[in-house]
């Protein structure tokens, strides 16, 4: 079910079920599943030609993720929580291929091990359903894996497993909706500009070559929680 579909389901559940008593105050968990874009911005460069080769490229496949938070009600119905999550599921976030009559090169990139923490200001419609901000802060593992064999090599990482840790800022937009006192639904959207890790080797075959990926992530998807 697309997110165009969902939003609007939602909204008619919050007009049907005005029988349902609570709130969102207190702890909370929550999984979740939706779709993911992962990119990856990747520049290579070779000395002492010097030689660069510059590629961008993203896939798009299922992502789940699990959550730990707390929300808070504000008078004049606003609200505050916030949470520490771990995704899973997708990991490639793109591919280059590199061939000549001599050489051929794969460099495919990941993103794995995302986790992070975010706060979410909101305001409540009612009791029973909540919008929100999201915004906050994301980790992950970042990687290159080149493959390939041949001579002439240039615009390719070396064969090998290149990674590191990337950070970056979160943000994204929500919205939650109790179907009992302490059950709810929900779904949300959101990005992570991640920063840029930078890759190096140096061999008497290859020369000095550094490599610089920046990856990214684009999500969306619906959570089922419990209210503690």
Not at 76 to 82: E, K, L, P, R, V
Not at 105 to 117: E, F
Not at 167 to 189: D, H, M, P, R, W
Request: glycine share 14%; hydrophobic share 35%; no cysteine.
């Amino acid at each position: 079910m697309s997110l165009k579909k969902i939003i609007p389901t939602l909204f008619l559940i919050t007009a049907t079920s005005s029988v349902i008593a609570g709130s969102f105050d207190g702890p909370f968990a929550q999984v979740g599943a939706g779709f993911a874009n992962l990119g990856s911005n990747v520049s290579v460069t070779q000395a002492p030609d010097p030689y660069t080769e510059s590629y961008k490229g993203g896939e798009t496949g299922v992502m789940g993720n699990v959550a730990l938070g707390y929300s808070y009600e504000l008078p004049q119905s606003f609200n505050i929580a916030a949470n520490v999550f771990y995704n899973f599921g997708s990991q490639n976030a793109g591919q280059y291929n590199y061939q000549t009559i001599n050489a051929t090169y794969t460099d495919q990139s990941s993103l794995k091990n995302i986790w992070g923490i975010s706060v979410e200001p909101g305001f409540n419609f009612s009791d029973k359903s909540l919008g929100f901000l999201k915004l906050g802060w994301a980790s992950a593992t970042a990687s290159v894996n080149s493959s390939g064999s041949g001579a002439g090599y240039n615009g390719a990482l070396p064969p090998g497993t290149y990674s590191g840790t990337s950070n970056g800022f979160l943000y994204g937009l929500g919205f939650k909706q109790l179907l009992t006192e302490n059950i709810f639904i929900g779904v949300e959207a959101y990005q992570v500009a991640f920063s840029t890790v930078t890759q190096s080797s140096s061999s008497a075959t290859y020369g000095n070559v550094t490599g610089s990926q920046k990856p990214s992530l684009t999500y969306g998807g619906i959570n089922l929680g419990y209210k503690f």
